[in-house]
Structures are given as structure tokens and as C-alpha cells.
């Protein structure tokens, strides 16, 4: 399709003048989507895990309510500002990749707008999720935070699904009708860090929760009626604790039974405490094919009705033929029915030859650069 790119720079010019704030990280299922990012309070309240780098030397930054809507609203502006543009170039309102050859063409300079290519990634996907950042929305005042998802699901009315992280302590110190108030403003979906249900590991990562808290936070956003996400970390324990963060894993789980259990392997992060515990050898990763007998004995524990998804590159162990050992989408296996399925997925890796499954995990972090 031919696109006369003229007369667009007071709309480049216009789209240049709106920002609003964005944190670094989302959860791969949201980006799968194309979520809408919107930064609701900025970095982590806790910031103390042993293994969590994420947010390291930032402090934790509670936004003012006046300063998230005006960024909602200008999430509302540059919609309406590309939507206008497409209209006048011809396109009806459609988002595609003309339109944005016809902008980039008008301000090169906008590929390295992040406001601008959020939302108009967003709008090509069908607008329909948004993911709040940081790491805890659920630690912002119940009032503020209501006040915030109204405004958001007035001003962005195409989304259906809403969804942010939360601490597992935070919603353990909730009331029940706050969160059952925050579900109703408009938020869907909860992805919780529960990394392990034992109480030794727990307080050795520095986690701030206990596994009672995290069983007691987690069935109350069940009861609330939110979707609940949780991931946890194989390997955790090292070799010195696998057993017991297994076992109490799946104990906790079990008692939670969320929507989503999500494996995440520990990969010990330069700078972090952890990285060191296992550079002088006070912590012993595992192997493999230790790390699958450590799954065998948490998935074989879980009585759950959840989806067990294996979504990231870290899980990639290998099968006889070489392939994936276990499904990667974001809707995974569905507990109860798929439980022997994977159980026997395992007992196939146990069965392949370790040296394979150390390529394939190779492979896969290559990849995922
Ligand atoms: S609570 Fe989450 S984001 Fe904060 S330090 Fe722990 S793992 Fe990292």
C-alpha cells in the first residue's frame, strides 16, 4: 500500500511531548500479549531476596494517585494521537505496520520512544491487557490503589485483563474485603513469588514470609476471586535442602491450589548474595538430572487443580529424540488430569543421558539472549 507520509508532524511532534513511566519487568506471559505497561509504584518494598537482582540498588518509590492517573491519561492521549494518524493517512483507526512505517518515516526518533511504541504495540495487539508495575502494587494504600484501577478501566475501556505482581506477604496482611474491593476495581489476575513452601529455605533467601503466611495470603486472593499465578524456584534449596523444598513446596501449593504453578530454575544472578553462597561453596547447585528427581518428588506431592507450566528457557531439559522435555506454553499441564502425563515426562528425562540435557539448556539460553 502506497502512504502519503505528509503532513504528520504535528502528530509526531504531539506524540513526542506524552511519556509516562514504564519499569523494566513483566512476566513472559505478558509480553506474550503485548500487555500495556504502566508503572503504579517503582521498584521492590522488600528488595531483599538473596537471589533476586531485579531491582538491587534502586529504592522502592511509592507513586502519588494524581501522578499514575495523569500517566493513565496519557496512555489515553497517545491512543487517541496514533488512532487520529491512521484515520487521516486512510487506514480507518487500524493499527498496522504502514501506519507505523508512515510515523517512523515522519520521526525516525520514535523506535526509541518507549511511550510510544507501549501503546502502539498495544493497540496492534487489540488493547485488551495491561500488566502494573513494580514488584508489589497490592503494597499501595487499598484506597489509592482502587481509585487507580477505576480510572484505568474507564479511560482504557478495550482491556479485559488486568493483572500486576504482588508479594505473597502483603496480601497475607489484607483484609479480605480490601482485595475482594481491589477485584472488583478491575484487577484480574495476581503473579506471586512463592520460590518455595519451606520455612528453612524461606529464611535462609531472606524471603520476609513464612509458608502459614504464604498459604494464608494466597487462599485469600483465591477467596477474592483473583486469578493467582505462583512461581517457584527448582534448585532453591541446592543439594543440601532439596528434599524438604519439595516437599513443603507442593505441601503449600497444594493447600493454596492456584490457577497457575510456574517453574522457574534458580539461576544464581552476579551480585547477589547467592551468587556468592555458591561461588565459596556453601551452596551446592544440583545437577540435571537431580533437578528433575527434585521435580519428580514436588509435582508427584501436588494435589492441585492448576495449570504447571515449565514457560521459560531455564526449564529446558531434553527428551530421547532431543526435543524439549516439557511442554513451554503459558497454559501448561492441567492438574489433575495431566499429572501422570508429566510424571512420566520426568521419569523419560531421568532415562536420557545427563550430557544432553546440559546442551539443551545451553541451547535455550543462547537463545533467550
Ligand atoms: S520480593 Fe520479589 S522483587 Fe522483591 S527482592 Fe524478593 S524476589 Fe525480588
Known amino acids: 500500500m502506497m502512504v502519503d507520509h505528509g503532513g504528520l508532524e504535528e502528530h509526531v511532534e504531539r506524540l513526542r511531548s506524552l511519556s509516562f513511566?514504564?519499569?523494566?519487568?513483566?512476566?513472559?506471559s505478558e509480553g506474550a500479549?503485548?500487555?500495556?505497561?504502566?508503572?503504579?509504584?517503582?521498584?521492590?518494598p522488600w528488595n531483599r531476596c538473596t537471589f533476586c537482582e531485579m531491582y538491587k540498588g534502586h529504592r522502592f518509590g511509592y507513586r502519588p494517585v494524581e501522578e499514575v492517573t495523569a500517566d493513565i491519561d496519557r496512555v489515553a492521549a497517545i491512543r487517541d494521537e496514533i488512532t487520529v494518524t491512521s484515520k487521516k493517512l486512510g487506514m480507518?483507526?487500524?493499527?498496522t505496520r504502514d501506519l507505523a512505517s508512515a510515523l517512523l518515516a515522519a520521526g525516525r526518533d520514535l523506535t526509541g520512544n518507549p511511550s510510544f511504541v507501549t501503546v502502539f504495540n498495544w493497540l496492534a495487539a487489540g488493547s485488551r491487557t495491561a500488566?502494573?508495575?513494580?514488584?508489589?502494587?497490592?503494597s499501595m494504600r487499598p484506597r489509592e490503589f482502587i481509585v487507580v484501577l477505576k480510572h484505568l478501566r474507564q479511560t482504557l475501556s478495550s482491556l479485559t485483563r488486568v493483572t500486576t505482581y504482588a508479594r505473597s506477604k502483603t496480601l497475607y496482611k489484607r483484609k479480605p474485603e480490601e482485595l475482594r474491593m481491589i477485584r472488583e476495581a478491575g484487577l484480574d489476575r495476581l503473579h506471586i513469588g512463592l520460590e518455595t513452601g519451606d520455612d528453612e529455605v524461606l529464611s535462609l533467601v531472606h524471603k520476609g514470609v513464612t509458608s502459614a503466611e504464604q498459604i494464608e495470603g494466597g487462599r485469600k486472593a483465591v477467596a477474592a476471586g483473583f486469578q493467582v499465578s505462583m512461581y517457584w524456584m527448582p534448585d532453591l534449596g541446592g543439594r543440601e535442602r532439596w528434599r524438604q523444598h519439595a516437599e513443603n513446596t507442593a505441601r503449600v501449593?497444594?493447600?493454596?491450589?492456584?490457577?497457575?504453578?510456574?517453574?522457574?530454575?534458580l539461576v544464581p544472578r552476579p551480585g547477589t548474595p547467592l551468587y556468592d553462597e555458591v561461588a565459596e561453596e556453601r551452596l551446592h547447585l544440583s545437577s540435571p538430572h537431580e533437578r528433575l528427581e527434585e521435580l519428580a518428588l514436588m509435582i508427584?506431592?501436588?494435589e492441585v487443580s492448576s495449570?504447571?507450566?515449565?514457560?521459560?528457557?531455564?526449564?529446558a531439559w531434553s527428551d530421547r529424540r532431543g526435543a524439549l522435555l516439557f511442554r513451554q506454553d503459558y497454559e501448561g499441564y492441567q492438574f489433575p488430569e495431566e499429572k501422570p502425563l508429566l510424571l512420566e515426562r520426568i521419569r523419560e528425562g531421568l532415562a536420557v543421558d545427563e550430557a544432553m540435557h546440559v546442551h539443551a539448556l545451553r541451547l535455550m539460553a543462547v537463545q533467550s539472549l
Do not use: W
Not at 513511566?21 to 513472559?28: A, C, N
Not at 500479549?33 to 521492590?44: G, K, T, Y
Open 92 to 95: 480507518g483507526g487500524e493499527i
Open 33 to 44: 500479549s503485548d500487555s500495556l505497561l504502566l508503572r503504579v509504584s517503582e521498584n521492590c
Open 253 to 265: 501449593l497444594s493447600a493454596i491450589d492456584p490457577h497457575y504453578i510456574r517453574s522457574r530454575p
Open 21 to 28: 513511566e514504564i519499569g523494566t519487568y513483566r512476566p513472559p
Open 300 to 302: 508427584g506431592g501436588l
Open 307 to 315: 495449570k504447571v507450566c515449565f514457560d521459560h528457557a531455564m526449564n
Open 131 to 138: 500488566f502494573l508495575q513494580d514488584a508489589d502494587s497490592m
